[in-house]
């Protein structure tokens, strides 16, 4: 599994920067879909690199997993890149969110969920866990997802059991239900993820590594 490093935004600071945000967009999408969403996060984060990052195309539409790639592959390819990515920042996974949308929330989720550190935040807009996919325990990482009520490709009650399965392996989990919203993202969604990622990011104090 090959993945590639799509738009990104860097740091408004100029500076070296001192958090990572990483975005992973929808099935049929590409990183341009996600990475405009930055910039309405970006001004009260302006020490923080966006990146978007790209999923294959399997066959003709980007997708993260399905017909042939499995969500593990997936996971183990995205881990590798974020300890890249941490270690030519030099910063720890504290300094770390991953925001997703759909298929990317899915995979933000369960990356989440599996390296041995905490990250500062996730974000996660219309996507769940896969039922089949084992949870690990005890991660602190704190997670919001954010999901539509009328979500017709992946129903409002599949995030409500992600949220009560988080909350039985004792992860911090907070939801943000969207009535009359389909599967997509909306500004107030938008909003509440921004507030989220300041105040999970920028109020942890500074941990850079050696």
Do not use: Y
């Amino acid at each position: 599994m090959n993945i590639v490093e799509g738009p990104r935004i860097a740091a408004l600071s100029c500076g070296k920067p001192v958090h990572l945000v990483i975005l992973l967009h929808g099935e049929g999408e590409d990183g341009a879909a996600i990475i405009d969403q930055a910039l309405n996060w970006a001004p009260t984060l302006p020490k923080a690199d966006f990146i978007a990052l790209e999923a294959p195309a399997i066959p003709g539409d980007r997708r993260w997993f399905g017909a042939g790639t499995g969500i593990e592959a997936t996971v183990s390819a995205l881990d590798s890149f974020i300890d890249n990515a941490l270690a030519q920042r030099r910063l720890p996974d504290s300094h770390l969110a991953l925001v997703g949308f759909s298929q990317g929330a899915a995979i933000a989720l369960v990356t989440a969920l599996r390296r041995p550190r905490p990250m500062a935040a996730v974000v996660a807009f219309s996507g769940v866990v896969p039922d089949d996919v084992p949870l690990a325990l005890g991660t602190s990482t704190p997670i919001l997802l954010i999901h539509g009520e009328d979500d017709d490709a992946i129903p409002f009650d599949a995030m409500m059991a992600t949220k009560e399965r988080l909350k039985a392996a004792g992860v911090p989990v907070k939801s943000l239900r969207r009535p009359g919203l389909g599967h997509r993202m909306d500004d107030e969604g938008i909003m509440a993820a921004g507030i989220f990622l300041t105040d999970h990011i920028v109020a942890r104090p500074r941990e850079i590594q050696p």
